[in-house]
């Protein structure tokens, strides 16, 4: 574990700056969006225990060449982390490591840890343990993506092993509109979701832009199936690379799984 004391822009869950004598491992987060921002999924879920630090892309589009514009500045990202103490990178970003398809998701782990010197994963790593976890294999999928975005998820789902049963999006493009997003949208998006694919056994929520926690629980309810979703998905796996439990009570089956 690296010791990261020298790290100032880390942040508990609570948002208070780390003292100097604060030693706990560290979540190096990669974000699409430019700010440097932790989002709030992790910071929300695990308050305790593990601290964590991001950096941006500066992604402005849900879009193959907006992925295209930012996709070199992964590893500049990642050894940028690994600076700042990171004992293990996350890149919380869903369509950005799909596009191109499994094998690329996999290269970029690779690229990750290389430039970083510790453990790596990408949101759509997380996706898929998410689903095996949960032991799903036929899909109803929600998406905040415009068509091109849909066509190659699927695609990537596919050559994965999984079933897309259906899958209805939001069609959004620009970036900024995903956090536009309302509980209530994303209710209706599930329902909509879930009527198109009645022998589906999960739902995969895809963006890591859309605020899912409150809607988890209701949507499984509603529904009857286990919800995946690309943000609670990323920050469980985080913790899972850092060797702690990522249960947490009350936000789905996933969650109380560990």
């Given at each position: 574990m690296r010791d990261g004391r020298a790290m100032t822009t880390a942040v508990t869950n609570a948002g208070a700056p780390l003292t100097g004598t604060d030693v706990l491992p560290t979540i190096g987060m990669i974000v699409p969006p430019a700010p440097d921002v932790v989002p709030p999924e992790p910071l929300q879920l695990y308050p305790d225990g593990v601290r964590f630090v991001a950096r941006g892309l500066g992604l402005t589009s849900l879009t193959p060449d907006g992925y295209d514009q930012v996709i070199d500045r992964i590893a500049t990202a990642s050894a940028e982390l690994?600076?700042?103490?990171?004992?293990?990178?996350?890149?919380?970003?869903?369509?950005?490591?799909?596009?191109?398809?499994?094998?690329?998701?996999?290269?970029?782990?690779?690229?990750?840890?290389?430039?970083?010197?510790?453990?790596?994963?990408?949101?759509?790593?997380?996706?898929?343990?998410?689903?095996?976890?949960?032991?799903?294999?036929?899909?109803?999928?929600?998406?905040?993506?415009?068509?091109?975005?849909?066509?190659?998820?699927?695609?990537?789902?596919?050559?994965?092993?999984?079933?897309?049963?259906?899958?209805?999006?939001?069609?959004?493009?620009?970036?900024?509109?995903?956090?536009?997003?309302?509980?209530?949208?994303?209710?209706?998006?599930?329902?909509?979701?879930?009527?198109?694919?009645?022998d589906a056994d999960a739902m995969f929520l895809s963006c890591g832009g859309l605020r899912t926690l409150s809607v988890t629980t209701p949507l499984e309810i509603e529904t009857g199936l286990p919800i995946v979703s690309s943000a609670v998905a990323g920050a469980w796996a985080a913790m899972r690379l850092v060797g702690r439990d990522p249960s947490v009570p009350g936000y789905g089956r996933l969650l109380a799984a560990g």
């Open positions: 690994a600076e700042a103490g990171a004992d293990a990178i996350a890149l919380m970003g869903t369509s950005i490591s799909f596009y191109r398809g499994p094998v690329f998701n996999a290269e970029l782990v690779g690229r990750m840890e290389a430039a970083s010197g510790v453990p790596a994963t990408t949101m759509s790593n997380a996706v898929m343990e998410a689903l095996d976890k949960l032991g799903a294999r036929k899909l109803s999928v929600a998406t905040a993506y415009g068509d091109a975005v849909n066509e190659r998820l699927s695609a990537f789902l596919r050559e994965a092993g999984f079933e897309v049963l259906a899958l209805e999006s939001l069609g959004i493009v620009d970036v900024d509109r995903v956090f536009d997003v309302t509980g209530d949208d994303l209710m209706a998006l599930g329902r909509r979701a879930a009527a198109a694919a009645p």
